[in-house]
């Protein structure tokens, strides 16, 4: 999931715009930026603050999921996969009723770019709750769906299986067997595409503040990680 990130026009530093390539916007003015980031909704489909499609829409964002597969880079093994992209107001609750998939204990790791460049840095918890997870990722609320460099992967090692709502704010599954995964999207409406293409598959460009990364490192605190991202 890496990719460049550089900031664009920084308005301050608490509206900071990171990019993921040079493209559109490097063309834009601040007035056709901050009006683009502006943009709350295509058609039914509503974005959260964190992330945004490239100016000239090369993907237009819309609900639905397709199933697709990882292969590891260092070992060629390939799992397979289920990407989907959903609405603002049922993401939560969806990775909520995916996390209740995996089993009552899991493991969870934070992610984020807040200060890393060209790369993420991940923070490991063994061995939680996942009624105790879901409380305190719920009291987050924001920082999960709004923060452009903060991602979230709850895993079951024993099961092999993760959940991932990612700095795009992309719902990914992972592992064997994905048919429970894939009928708790189609019951909370969303829908197999095989034609889907995500914002991920184009340019698009991150935001954050310092706020969101006091908050992550909140997070952090709570779930019990030593480590700070600084």
């Known amino acids: 999931m890496g990719f460049l990130k550089r900031i664009l026009r920084n308005g301050g530093k608490d509206n900071a715009v990171p990019i993921t390539s040079r493209g559109s916007f490097e063309t834009l003015s601040n007035d056709e930026l901050q009006a683009h980031m502006g943009i709350r909704s295509y058609g039914l489909f509503e974005l959260t603050d964190a992330v945004r ?21 260092n070992t060629g093994v390939k799992t397979p996969a289920i990407m989907a992209s959903v609405s603002r107001r049922h993401i939560m609750d969806l990775f909520l009723e995916l996390i209740d998939v995996l089993g009552p204990v899991v493991d969870v790791v934070l992610e984020s770019s807040h ?3 060209n790369s993420h840095e991940e923070l490991y918890r063994e061995h939680i709750d996942s009624a105790v997870l879901k409380s305190t990722l719920l009291e987050f609320e924001d920082l999960l769906l709004n923060d452009g460099c903060t991602g979230i992967a709850v895993i079951n090692p024993t099961k092999r299986q993760e959940v991932q709502l990612d700095e795009h704010k992309l719902l990914v599954m992972y592992g064997r067997p994905l048919d429970e995964f894939a009928a708790t999207l189609i019951q909370e409406d969303v829908y197999p595409n095989k034609e889907i293409q995500f914002i991920t598959e184009a340019e698009h460009v991150h ?7 006091d908050r992550f490192n909140i997070l952090r605190n709570r779930l019990g990680i030593d480590s700070e991202v600084t």
């Open 53 to 73: 499609p490239s100016y000239d829409l090369q993907v237009v964002p819309m609900q639905g999921f397709r199933f697709d597969e990882y292969k590891d880079d």
């Open 115 to 117: 200060r890393v460049q």
């Open 207 to 213: 935001s954050s503040s310092e706020r969101m990364h």
